[in-house]
């Protein structure tokens, strides 16, 4: 079993940025290939960001691509996101998950652990 564990969430100006962290405990590993996932009101979860085990390689939802960044300190098993020049549009739960191994990193079907998520508010 493995626990994640989001922080970082919370209410902020438009333009403005974040750095959500996800703390992952229990039966971790350098090889997960770690995802960010949203949830807005009314809307399906979505894909965000993903990075594999080695961090060598990164994926960003095209709405993201320039203005987040994930990352990820292995000998910390935490994963982050930096989001800067945030958009009403970024307000969400947001969820990381952990894939074990399994194709098509964007979807949520692909991931074996997901934490409880933390809110992000963006006003206008």
């Known amino acids: 079993q493995v626990q994640l564990v989001e922080s970082g969430g919370g209410l902020v100006q438009a333009g403005g940025s974040l750095r959500l962290t996800c703390a992952a405990s229990?039966?971790?590993?350098?090889?997960?290939?770690m995802g960010w996932f949203r949830q807005a009101p009314g809307k399906e979860r979505e894909f965000v960001a993903a990075?594999?085990?080695?961090?060598?390689?990164?994926y960003y939802a095209d709405s993201v691509k320039g203005r987040f960044t994930i990352s990820r300190d292995n000998a910390k098993n935490t994963v982050y996101l930096q989001m800067n020049s945030l958009e009403p549009e970024d307000t969400a739960v947001y969820y990381c998950a952990a894939n074990l191994g399994k194709p098509f990193y964007y979807r949520t079907s692909a991931y074996d652990y997901w934490g409880q998520g933390t809110q992000v508010s963006v006003s206008s």
């Open positions: 229990g039966r971790t590993g350098s090889y997960y290939f």
């Open positions: 990075i594999t085990g080695s961090a060598g390689s990164t």
